[in-house]
Structure formats: structure tokens, C-alpha cells
């Protein structure tokens, strides 16, 4: 009796006509459908998601019972939805303000735009010159004749000057000492005090910047012969880490 209950009941529950499509499957989908809308350019999260739609309060009896009119009533819910996600989107990706491609020159009734010196550009302003297209709507073959002939004759060629006299009390001049001297870094030839000699090199030559104003302060204390501040303690003539090696290779030395 009670197997005959449980078949009765099964067949009972098979026999319900199928639920109409609430538009999203699982709400899942909604939540992926809402971050679409969101995330669209131009969209600064204003945008609004419709609501899944609400499950039909009729009565299953007033329902049609073959699987022909199910199908129907759900494909006829999903088709609305798609429909109103499409409008959605498009109105979401209208607030871009029609931005023009990168590439593209800024028309106005067909027309390339211009830069200030009458050359094509495109909507950020870089010449679109080289852009055969963008040239012939902006102007005709015997008018870019004209516009090449007008640069050209606007255009100027400054002849070199002479190179201005160094002024005089600008210091030593180190690379004429460099061209003067022939001795490599390393050779003695001046006598210098042997007297923490390591530890006044080390000292006074973190001071300067550069190995140049290094040698420029050597020359103007005295150097190469004198070296007050222990620049020069091997006594080759250079101060510090100075060489004079570039400047005479330059020189063809």
C-alpha cells in the first residue's frame, strides 16, 4: 500500500507543468550580467540593472500543460530579457561621447581637420601628413604643390658663427694642460711629502664633483709642482682619479 502511495504521489509531481523562465538561470548570472553593465567604458556606475523578474503568481491550471507552450514561455522570457540587456548596454556605452579612434583625423562634414600651419591632423593633433587619405580630404594634388612650395620658401637655413673667445679668469684651462703634458698617470716626476699622504687624498678629494674640478682646484693651488691639499701624492702632475687620456686621443695626441 504504502509503494503504491509513493507512485501515485511521483507521477503527480511528473505531471506539473515546468516553471516559467524567471530570465536568469542562477543568480550568478545576474551578478555577472550587472558587472558587464558596470564595467562598460564610459559608464561611471550609474548605470541600472533590471531585476530578475518576478516568478508568476497565476496558477499552474491556468498554465498550458504540453511541453510545446513551456518551451514557448520560456524562450519568450529569455528573448525579453537579452532584448533589454542589449538596450542597457547600448545606452551605458553611448556616455563615451563618440571618441574619435586613435588615427583617425577629426572630420567636420567630411572634411580632415588642420593644424595651425595648415597641415592634416588627427583629433590629438599629430600631423597626419604622411596619411595619404587624410592629405587628398583636405586638399587637392595642385593645392599640396602649393602647400609644399609655401614651406618651402618659409623655410630657413642658419649659416655656423664663430665660437666665442673663452673669457679670461675662468681658471685653468685642463685641457690644454692635458695637451701640453706628455707624461702617463703613474709617472713621478714631482717630489711630494710622504705624510698621511693616503689619508689627505682620500679626504680632500671627496670634495669635489668631478675628477675635472679636482684638477682645475690642483692647477689653480699651485700645481703641478706645489700641492698643498694632497691631490697629487704620486706626484704624476694629475689630481686624484684626473687623465688626461681622453682629451689627447680627441686631439689625435
Known amino acids: ?5 509513493m507512485a501515485v504521489a511521483l507521477l503527480g509531481v511528473a505531471s506539473c507543468t515546468t516553471m516559467p523562465d524567471s530570465g536568469y538561470n542562477t543568480f550568478g548570472q545576474y551578478e555577472r550580467e550587472r558587472e558587464m553593465i558596470l564595467n562598460a567604458p564610459g559608464n561611471n556606475g550609474n548605470a541600472t540593472l533590471q531585476n530578475p523578474s518576478a516568478v508568476s503568481g497565476q496558477p499552474l491550471s491556468a498554465m498550458s500543460s504540453t511541453p510545446g507552450g513551456a518551451q514557448t514561455t520560456a524562450a519568450g522570457g529569455a528573448d525579453g530579457d537579452a532584448e533589454d ?8 556605452l553611448a556616455g563615451t561621447g563618440g571618441t574619435t579612434p586613435v588615427g583617425e583625423a577629426n572630420t567636420a562634414g567630411g572634411a580632415a581637420a588642420t593644424g595651425p600651419l595648415g597641415e592634416a591632423v588627427n583629433s590629438y593633433g599629430i600631423s597626419e601628413e604622411n596619411n595619404f587619405k587624410a592629405v ?17 620658401a618659409a623655410y630657413q637655413q642658419i649659416e655656423p658663427t664663430a665660437l666665442p673667445q673663452r673669457a679670461s679668469g675662468d ?7 692635458a695637451l701640453q703634458t706628455t707624461q702617463a698617470v703613474g709617472t713621478p716626476l714631482y717630489k711630494r711629502s710622504g705624510f698621511n ?4 687624498y682620500t679626504k680632500n678629494c671627496a670634495k669635489y664633483a668631478s675628477p675635472d674640478q679636482a684638477q682645475m682646484a ?11 691639499q694632497g691631490l697629487d701624492p704620486d706626484g704624476d702632475g694629475f689630481a ?9 686621443k680627441a686631439a689625435g695626441n
Open 171 to 177: 681658471g685653468p684651462n685642463i685641457v690644454t694642460y
Open 240 to 248: 686624484c682619479t684626473w687623465d688626461p687620456t681622453p682629451f689627447r
Open 85 to 92: 540587456i542589449a538596450s542597457q548596454t547600448s545606452q551605458a
Open 1 to 5: 500500500m504504502r509503494a503504491l502511495t
Open 218 to 228: 690642483f692647477l689653480s693651488n699651485g700645481g703641478p709642482k706645489k700641492d698643498p
Open 197 to 200: 699622504a693616503e689619508g689627505r
Open 136 to 152: 587628398g580630404e583636405q586638399r587637392s594634388i595642385q593645392q599640396d604643390k602649393e602647400f609644399i612650395a609655401k614651406n618651402r
